[in-house]
């Protein structure tokens, strides 16, 4: 932002220190306002034509400006990826355990990877592994989205969760056929 003997185009639009527009006026002339209010003058929208300048206490307005940067960036939150690790051989009750787990995660927001392991014997039957992990999504489809599709990658197959869930296209009814609706009359 430009403030002062910065502003060095010969004309601007000049807001006064109590809100109100005074109009085009020579920069010059908006730096005596300002000095005689005993105010800055700051640019705030330099891309207008002409650009548009403000009488306002400028370290006041750079605290005001921060303050409300720091707000927003305290109300954000950032995605995280937690990642909940399977075996084929998995008991009911601890797998279980690792879907509540994952569907807490989900409700905090952050999205969920799935990776289930394969060791030594268990690489001869991928399929009982592809099974629990589509159980696990299964399990988790009232909050969660399918984001990437299940990927094998050597002795791993992973499957990435998002939190939402997709809402389903209503279907509408189907008209009866007229040989039907001949019948129940």
């Excluded at 592994?129 to 909050?143: C, I, P, Q």
């Amino acid at each position: 932002m430009r403030v002062n003997k910065q502003i060095r185009v010969p004309k601007v639009r000049l807001i006064d220190e109590n809100g109100a527009q005074v109009g085009v006026v020579s920069t010059s002339e908006a730096m005596r306002k300002a000095e005689t209010a005993e105010l800055d003058l700051v640019e705030v929208v330099p891309t207008a034509s002409p650009p548009v300048c403000k009488i306002l206490n400028y370290g006041k307005y750079r605290y005001d400006q921060t303050k409300r940067e720091k707000e927003s960036k305290k109300s954000s939150h950032q995605v995280k990826v937690k990642e909940i690790k399977v075996k084929p051989n998995i008991n009911d009750h601890d797998l279980f355990t690792k879907i509540n787990r994952a569907r807490g995660f989900l409700a905090k927001g952050n999205k969920v990877k799935v990776t289930c392991m394969f060791r030594g014997r268990e690489m001869a039957h991928p399929e009982i592994g592809e099974n629990l992990v589509k159980r696990v999504v299964e399990e988790l489809s009232d909050v969660s989205t399918l984001e990437t599709p299940l990927k094998r990658m050597g002795r791993f197959l992973h499957v990435v969760l998002a939190p939402g869930v997709r809402k389903k296209k209503e279907s509408t009814p189907k008209p009866a056929p007229e040989k039907a609706v001949k019948e129940q009359k």
